[in-house]
């Protein structure tokens, strides 16, 4: 042997001149060419010098494979014409033009090699070279899916026809690396990574340091994936050890990145930002355009962690600029994800909605499972927000099934149940909003878990039980939730089992013992951390004089109403909660059109259509839009009304505000779940 055993089935394809000049060159240096730290150290240099063959191209392929491996891209693009001579030399010239950019170029190079060599007339370059291709596709997303899909299908044909052939393993490496991270793009499992520790052990046994890195790299990134943290130190000392070795300067720097994901899944996002723009560093002095793109988005995420928000859109427009010159639509499903995550924050619903739909359509196209979860929570949390409820369901429902069929853990499940819940509840589908708190129970029971969300389950299932008519039922669970809050001596969990008992005794027509617990019950949570509590007490104490009103019409119960629709709206501006905005100008409306005061109720729904219009909130903007025309018209047919005729419309006006309320109400009472996942930091 003259070569290390990494290159075994390279010696078998160089003449013994080749082979005997190589020898002579690291003889001459007192080294050993077997030795793999010194053989990645001194070829590229030996390669150059005169003494080896001219015509022995197989030299070419071996040069061009370490230069890869090396990240050494100036070696290559010197060498670009004499590597033209060599199919095998092709392929590893073109992963590097691939990696700096030129995507296109790295295609047609590989597909032209691929006409060139059957598997039966070079097996090795043959199955090297649909890996590189895989490996493109797979990381551009050029042109369409079943390009990659046809590739894979050639890859695991030559692998069940030659797995016999000598020194398979050896050669089909790259191949093992490409359909592992496919695989990945999925979804991340258990099963993944025991293939993973397998291919690991097996590039020990075959002594090949450069893929032995590459797999253990995936095994730091998978664990930190699926957030197990406990072997990630010595994974990443076993890394560190093999830098010492051998300078795989690329990899180096995805170590680097690694080590920045990890630091920011811990919380220490100044580190991890320290450690991308190490790596970003690194990358750009090697033109790796496909390295720097994973540190723009590396950057982007830690960024947005510690709320930099300008500064994540900024690098998240980078990000989708420089995917989109890569073909790049992995990467590019991310920053359109992240840039409708940032305009949702910032009330641009209609623009956040376009971004995640791109996103959706790519990311099903090209099967990126792994990133489907966050746009079909964005969407949902998007359609809620703006006021497309019929469509939040849907994409919440997409959601669970997407979380159900690949095994999220059951506190996700649990929340996606109430949120699901909440949603149909909301549409009036209350028989399955129902059955969603019912399953949510049974994980909160299965968990043993009896926290404020048991609690809000039991709210809730309270408030449909009660819409169903089943008051039997309703009962037994406001009493569960009554003693709850007895037992936790939580303040608010106290108002919220409050707030349900008086709902309670409203549906019940029993509106003095409502009245009564309502007393100074506004000014008791004024002082609660969250304006949701307020904002109930408030909406059910409207309904009160509302109902009240109803039985008799007292000026002062109207003024009262008035006063507390203001204070509404003030809180659903601090709680930067538009629907309770648009729910409670509709009801002021209906109170001011009772009120024979056109002009400031068509004044209010314009006010909320200028509003829903420039937030891209389309649905609020159509119904409040259709709520205007009706002012009109009642103003236009009012004087033609009888006395009776006219008191049924007052009193249909005062019903429709009720209504309205009890929506609001529901509205309210979601909102936190169905924000609070949304507004939370990602990384």
């Given at each position: 042997m003259v070569l290390p055993t990494a290159f075994k089935t390279h010696e078998s394809r160089l003449s013994q001149e080749s082979l005997d000049a190589i020898e002579f060159q690291f003889d001459r240096l007192a080294l050993d060419s077997k030795d793999p730290k010194v053989f990645f150290k001194r070829f590229l240099r030996i390669s150059k010098s005169p003494t080896l063959p001219e015509d022995d191209h197989e030299l070419r392929y071996l040069a061009a494979k370490i230069a890869y491996m090396l990240a050494d891209y100036a070696y290559l693009n010197e060498f670009a014409k004499e590597i033209q001579t060599n199919a095998g030399a092709k392929v590893w010239f073109a992963l590097a033009e691939a990696q700096q950019g030129e995507i296109s170029n790295a295609i047609e190079l590989l597909e032209q090699v691929e006409?060139?060599?059957?598997?039966?007339s070079d097996p090795m370059v043959y199955i090297e070279c649909l890996g590189a291709l895989a490996q493109i596709l797979f990381r551009s997303g050029y042109k369409n899916k079943e390009n990659l899909k046809t590739v894979v299908e050639k890859i695991h044909s030559f692998q069940e026809k030659n797995a016999s052939l000598p020194d398979f393993d050896h050669f089909f490496l790259l191949a093992?690396?490409?359909?592992?991270?496919?695989?990945?793009a999925e979804i991340v499992t258990l099963a993944l990574i025991e293939e993973t520790k397998t291919l690991y052990q097996l590039t020990k046994q075959l002594e090949e340091p450069y893929f032995m890195t590459q797999f253990l790299l995936d095994l730091i990134h998978y664990s930190i994936v699926q957030k197990n943290f406990q072997e990630l130190e010595l994974l990443f000392e076993e890394v560190s050890v093999i830098f010492q070795s051998f300078n795989f300067k690329a990899l180096k720097a995805k170590a680097i990145c690694?080590?920045?994901?990890?630091?920011a899944a811990l919380g220490d996002y100044e580190h991890a930002e320290k450690n991308y723009l190490e790596a970003r560093k690194t990358y750009v002095a090697l033109k790796?355009?496909?390295?720097?793109?994973?540190?723009?988005?590396?950057?982007?995420?830690?960024?947005?962690?510690?709320?930099?928000?300008?500064?994540?859109?900024?690098?998240?427009?980078?990000?989708l600029e420089q995917a989109t010159n890569l073909t790049d639509d992995y990467n590019k499903v991310i920053a359109l994800t992240n840039i409708a995550k940032l305009l949702a924050r910032k009330g641009k619903y209609a623009e956040a909605l376009t971004n995640y739909q791109t996103a959706l359509e790519i990311a099903q196209n090209h099967s990126f499972t792994i990133l489907l979860t966050p746009i079909f929570d964005g969407l949902s949390y998007v359609n809620f927000i703006a006021g497309n409820f019929k469509e939040a369901v849907e994409t919440r429902t997409n959601a669970l099934e997407f979380k159900v069929k690949y095994h999220a853990p059951p506190e996700e499940l649990l929340m996606d149940h109430i949120k699901l819940g909440q949603l149909n509840a909301i549409v009036g589908n209350l028989t399955t909003a129902f059955d969603e708190f019912e399953k949510a129970l049974h994980i909160c029971t299965k968990l043993n878990k009896k926290d404020e969300i048991y609690f809000d389950i039991l709210n809730w299932l309270f408030e449909i039980?009660?819409?169903?008519?089943?008051?039997?039922?309703?009962?037994?669970?406001?009493?569960?939730?009554?003693?709850?809050?007895?037992?936790?001596?939580?303040?608010?969990?106290?108002a919220q089992a409050i707030i349900s008992r008086i709902r309670f005794q409203i549906q019940k027509k029993e509106l003095l013992k409502a009245e009564k617990l309502l007393s100074n019950m506004y000014e008791q949570v004024q002082d609660f951390p969250s304006a949701l509590t307020p904002a109930l007490v408030l909406i059910e104490k409207t309904t009160v004089l509302l109902l009240k009103y109803l039985v008799q019409e007292d000026q002062t119960i109207l003024e009262e109403v008035m006063q507390n629709l203001d204070d509404m709206l003030f809180i659903s501006l601090d709680l930067e909660f538009l629907p309770l905005t648009m729910y409670t100008k509709k009801v002021l409306a209906k109170i001011l059109l009772y009120k024979d005061n056109f002009k400031e109720?068509?004044?209010?729904?314009?006010?909320?259509?200028?509003?829903?219009?420039?937030?891209?909130?389309?649905?609020?903007?159509?119904?409040?839009?259709?709520?205007?025309?009706?002012?009109?018209k009642i103003q236009e047919k009012q004087p033609t009304l009888s006395e009776d005729a006219l008191k049924l419309q007052k009193q249909a006006l005062l019903?429709?505000?009720?209504?309205?309320?009890?929506?609001?109400?529901?509205?309210?009472?979601?909102?936190?779940?169905?924000?609070?996942?949304?507004l939370r930091l990602s990384s």
């Open positions: 006409k060139e060599i059957s598997e039966t093992y690396l490409v359909l592992s991270h496919v695989k990945a690694l080590r920045g994901d990890w630091e790796d355009q496909i390295g720097v793109v994973n540190c723009i988005k590396n950057l982007a995420f830690v960024s947005e962690s510690q709320q930099q928000f300008t500064k994540a859109e900024e690098y998240f427009f980078e990000l039980s009660t819409a169903l008519g089943k008051f039997s039922l309703a009962e037994s669970y406001i009493n569960r939730a009554d003693l709850f809050a007895s037992i936790h001596a939580n303040q608010e969990e106290n109720a068509s004044e209010e729904l314009t006010e909320a259509i200028d509003l829903a219009k420039d937030l891209g909130m389309e649905t609020f903007e159509q119904t409040i839009q259709t709520d205007l025309i009706e002012i009109q019903e429709e505000a009720i209504s309205f309320l009890r929506e609001t109400f529901w509205l309210v009472s979601a909102s936190e779940h169905q924000r609070d996942q949304f």
